[in-house]
């Protein structure tokens, strides 16, 4: 599925760094501000202990995982909305993502000069949530002016469209995101053509000092304690760490030193499974003693929906579903354990695929 989170943040922020430990692509970090003239695009591979569990027990020679795509925007500035460091060009790119992951920087250091000169995570959000709300303010009002014409004569499809583009208006002036904005989701398909940056959901990512990794610092804290009221994720990462870690040669030098470090895994895997949820995507796997493969769909997806993700041919031609919950498999060790117990269920059209369903697809074409 062409799903994508977009990582956002003021420049020098660590949004690259950050990439590079997510991504199976590399982009140059730098210390110096706007020196990047175009988005980095990586697929990112899904971390899923549920995958190695299955191999346990089928062995097969090849684990396939899912992915999701994620876009490293350039760094933004005060005034990029009008202009501004690298100008508003790149809005597009975030306009092009399903989510986004907003990199605060957390963390002191002299040779990477902050582009405001002191280090305030608080701030930097405000600052780049205010050129996003400019951004989205401009689409708002350029729509209604389409609009106002066709009202103006009676037409009531109109009217409705530009009563809801009010709404929206007055909540971008009072410095608000599109996404709380007081309009019924009905209502919302009237905006969803123009795409608003403020209507995507986001995760926010401390990037912290190695020595702040596993409990935060002040800067942290107060992230926390202005965003306590929002539904949103806050993670702790340190991306300039956990970059030197990714470089390191196996698995087990990684784990070792995530260890000494107090770390049970990687902040990026948290991360990506995060974004992942964020997006509102579900997994579902096929087993055998080939391969064992991760499947992306969306949360409320029938069966022959999932059948179209693995090939087309057995969306067109599904038959039924045979269908086991990911617990019960492990829990009673094989294909045939499940069945014999009255766990490998027959499934038809209508049903809505369960994060973790094992599935085979009869199909006919």
């Not at 087990?252 to 107090?262: I, K, P, T």
Request: charged letters at 25%; a negative charge; hydrophobic letters at 40%.
């Amino acid at each position: 599925m062409a799903l994508k989170c977009g990582i956002i943040g003021l420049t020098n922020s660590g949004k690259t760094t950050l990439f590079n430990c997510m991504s199976n692509t590399r982009a140059q970090a730098t210390k110096y501000a706007y020196s990047t003239s175009k988005s980095n695009m990586g697929m990112v591979s899904v971390p899923d202990p549920r995958m190695h569990e299955i191999d346990k027990l089928v062995k097969s020679i090849k684990i396939i995982p899912t992915t999701v795509e994620i876009v490293d925007i350039p760094g933004l500035a005060k005034g990029a909305s009008q202009g501004e460091g690298i100008g508003n060009k790149f809005l597009a790119d975030i306009r092009n993502t399903d989510a986004i992951i907003h990199v605060l920087r957390c963390f002191d250091d002299e040779n990477l000069p902050h582009v405001e000169t002191t280090v305030n995570p608080v701030r930097d959000r405000e600052i780049v949530d205010l050129e996003l709300q400019i951004a989205d303010l401009d689409t708002v009002e350029r729509k209604m002016q389409k609009v106002e014409k066709a009202a103006k004569i009676g037409d009531k499809d109109a009217k409705k469209v530009l009563e809801v583009l009010t709404v929206y208006k007055d909540h971008l002036e009072n410095f608000q995101s599109a996404l709380t904005a007081p309009v019924d989701v009905e209502d919302r398909k009237h905006v969803a053509d123009l795409c608003l940056l403020t209507m995507k959901p986001v995760i926010y990512v401390c990037n912290v000092d190695e020595n702040s990794a596993v409990n935060g610092n002040h800067y942290v804290d107060a992230v926390k304690a202005a965003l306590k009221d929002e539904d949103t994720e806050i993670l702790v990462i340190a991306a300039a760490m956990e970059s030197d870690i990714a470089e390191l040669d196996t698995e087990e030098d990684r784990l070792a030193f995530l260890s000494e470090l107090g770390l049970s895994e990687p902040g990026v895997n948290k991360l990506i499974r995060a974004a992942y949820h964020l997006l509102k995507l579900r997994t579902f796997f096929t087993v055998g003693p080939k391969e064992i493969h991760a499947w992306t769909i969306r949360a409320g997806s029938s069966a022959p929906q999932a059948a179209g993700v693995i090939h087309s041919d057995l969306e067109r031609g599904f038959i039924r579903a045979e269908v086991m919950a990911y617990d019960d498999f492990i829990r009673l060790g094989s294909e045939n354990a499940c069945r014999e117990a009255g766990k490998l269920m027959i499934e038809g059209k209508n049903y809505i695929i369960n994060d973790g369903d094992i599935i085979h697809i009869r199909f006919n074409v």
